[in-house]
T-cell receptor
Framework: QQQVKQSPQSLIVQKGGISIINCAYENTAFDYFPWYQQFPGKGPALLIAIRPDVSEKKEGRFTISFNKSAKQFSLHIMDSQPGDSATYFCAASPNDYKLSFGAGTTVTVRA | NAGVMQNPRHLVRRRGQEARLRCSPMKGHSHVYWYRQLPEEGLKFMVYLQKENIIDESGMPKERFSAEFPKEGPSILRIQQVVRGDSAAYFC???????????FGQGTRLTVV
């Protein structure tokens, strides 16, 4: 049973465009929501994370939007670059260590 | 400061053999987590260990799988009598106490033939 539902499965965006990935969860005990970036053959790397006491967090070109009442959160990648082409995973945890991952979104940025 | 080291990177086993996957956490990290990634799926939590203790093994299959993190040496994920369905990428992560960022290794890709 997937505790975190992620969409879309894949997306293609032009260089300079905005990539948007959405995630939804059911478990109200979740209180930590990280996003990971994974390149082929590599392990996931933490990109940005948010806790439910804030509705938005921005780090460089990456922004997390969080809607606690709707139990949804999303990642926006602004000014997408070819180097951003990777698989992105959202995740959620109730206790800072047991992460439940979404199924992943493969982002392809066309030059 | 070396990252989380996993070996081997690739492992091929015949059905019925044993697979041993090793994970050396980052220096100063005493908390280790194992995840499994099936093709086209996200990572699934398996087990959380501290030195000499299993803290949470709620994601471990009940049979054939075991994990340890001894006082000295790497953490080991052991799969006995492997089956084709065990073919996956197994990732290890480590952190200082939970609540801080967990860093992932590059994974071990197990193929059962």
């Amino acid at each position: 049973q997937q505790q975190v539902k992620q969409s879309p499965q894949s997306l293609i965006v032009q260089k300079g465009g905005i990539s948007i990935i959405n995630c939804a969860y059911e478990n109200t005990a979740f209180d930590y929501f990280p996003w990971y970036q994974q390149f082929p053959g590599k392990g996931p790397a933490l990109l940005i994370a948010i806790r439910p006491d804030v509705s938005e967090k921005k780090e460089g070109r990456f922004t997390i939007s969080f809607n606690k009442s709707a139990k949804q959160f999303s990642l926006h990648i602004m000014d997408s670059q070819p180097g951003d082409s990777a698989t992105y995973f959202c995740a959620a945890s109730p206790n800072d260590y047991k992460l439940s991952f979404g199924a992943g979104t493969t982002v392809t940025v066309r030059a | 400061n070396a990252g989380v080291m996993q070996n081997p990177r690739h492992l091929v086993r015949r059905r019925g053999q044993e697979a041993r996957l090793r994970c050396s956490p980052m220096k100063g990290h005493s908390h280790v987590y194992w995840y499994r990634q099936l093709p086209e799926e996200g990572l699934k939590f398996m087990v959380y260990l501290q030195k000499e203790n299993i803290i949470d093994e709620s994601g471990m299959p009940k049979e054939r799988f075991s994990a340890e993190f001894p006082k000295e040496g790497p953490s080991i994920l052991r799969i006995q009598q492997v089956v084709r369905g065990d073919s996956a990428a197994y990732f290890c992560a480590s952190s200082p106490p939970p609540g801080t960022e967990a860093f992932f290794g590059q994974g071990t890709r197990l193929t059962v033939v």
